[in-house]
Each structure stands twice: as C-alpha cells, then as structure tokens.
C-alpha cells in the first residue's frame, strides 16, 4: 500500500506542469480514456490506484481536478471510475482524448468501434444469425456509458449497384446519415435492440453482408449508474434475436 507522502510527492511534481483540459500533450497518440477526480479526492485514491500515469491537474470554472489514466478500452476505465465513487470520490469521471485532444467519451467510444469494425480490409459478416464480439463489446461500452442512444444499420458502401440495392430494401426506414469519408450508410431509427437486430437480417439475407448494429449516441452526459452486465450476456441476447 502507497502512503500518502509519496502521493504527496507525485502531486507536488504535477502542479508545477498543469496542462489545460483541452490539450495534454503528453498523452500517446490515438484513444486514450482518463479518470478525473475533485484535486480534493486524491487522498482516497491512494489504496484502490497503484499508479497515476499521466497525472495532471487542471483548473475549470476555478476548481481543481486530477486527471490521470492511459487507458484504452472505455470499460477499464469505467470499473476504476465506479471502485472510486464507492471510496468517496462522488464526482469521479471519464474523460477521452483522441491524438492528445479532448473529445467527447461518445466520439470516442463511435471511432474506435468503426476503426476495428467498420473499415477493417477484408472484414466480411455473412451469418445474419451472429453478431460478432467487437459488436457486442461495443454496444455494453455504450450500455454502460449512459449515454442517450438509439440503434441504427451501419452499411459499408463499396459499390454503386450496392448503394442501388440498398434503396431498393429501404423502404420507409430513413437514411440518418451517409459518411463520405468512410462511405458508411447509417440506417433507421430503432429504440430496442430487439429492432435493429430484426432488421439487420433482413437486409444480410437480401445479400448484403456486411451489416452492423450501430448505437448513434444524442447525448454526452454520463451517469452515475454502471450496469453489471457482461459483453457475452449482451451477444447472446442479441444473438437469439436474431435467430428468430
């Protein structure tokens, strides 16, 4: 167990190299999630955080806050941010940086989802009865993030004739949003996993293959509340919904 001299000493060193909340140069590149506390809390992280990588202070509307953390999955971060509100720290957040930049915890949670899924080479779906481990680890990452959503197709778009057939199967379901720079097609507006996994068969058995659950997040504000549940109990769910 650390003491809290030598806690003491770490914070003395990062007071003198703050950094605003904007920018933290510092940081690797690519997604990285941090924790942030009240500056007031550090003393009751000191037996649940065996390291402070990145440590920095910062000041907003005149308070003093803690940030720290390379963490590069959302649900790391997550599980330290709740053992840490359970230790006093009620205001205990995640914050995201993409390439040293803040950014908001759903923009990052959407571009790493379509970094691994979406535009991944060679990466074709062909089973309208399974949804794969990175889908399911995504929607729990947003499950858990509190964030406002809905569910939505997301189409990798390579070719005219797709985009053809695609309108063919539309229908009255709208086209939320074309991504020209990842040629990406987000489909529908559905409020229950239920939907968009029903409907995601129904365009894979029209051929087209690779098709995906897409969680478009409304809002950035996080709760205080965590869900228990695992990424396998949510592929399974999703999973026998789409068997159906």
Do not use: W
Not at 26 to 35: A, F, T
């Amino acid at each position: 167990m650390k003491t809290l001299t030598k806690t003491f000493i770490v914070i003395a060193f990062i007071l003198l190299n703050g950094y605003t909340k904007a920018t933290n140069p510092n940081l690797p590149k690519g997604i990285i999630y941090q924790i942030e506390i009240a500056a007031t809390d550090i003393h009751k992280t000191t037996t649940i955080v065996e390291e402070y990588p990145y440590l920095t202070k910062v000041i907003v509307n005149n308070k003093e806050f803690f940030q720290f953390g390379k963490f590069t999955v959302f649900n790391d971060a997550d599980d330290l941010k709740t053992k840490l509100i359970t230790a006093g720290c009620e205001n205990a957040s995640i914050i995201a940086f993409n390439n040293q930049e803040e950014i908001s915890v759903a923009e990052a949670i959407n571009y790493q989802y379509k970094n691994t899924l979406l535009t991944a080479e060679n990466n074709t779906v062909k089973d309208a009865d399974l949804i794969s481990n990175v889908e399911a680890n995504y929607l729990l990452q947003v499950q858990r993030s509190g964030l406002k959503h809905y569910y939505a197709l997301a189409i990798p778009v390579t070719s005219v004739d797709l985009v053809d057939k695609l309108f063919e199967l539309i229908g009255n379901e709208k086209v939320i949003e074309i991504n020209l720079e990842d040629n990406i097609y987000s489909i529908g507006n559905y409020a229950t996993l239920e939907e968009v996994v029903l409907a995601r068969k129904k365009y894979m058995n029209n051929e087209i293959e690779n098709v995906y659950v897409m969680a478009q997040i409304t809002d950035t504000r996080l709760t205080e509340q965590d869900t228990q549940n695992l990424a396998l109990t949510i592929q399974l769910i999703m999973n026998g919904l789409a068997s159906k």
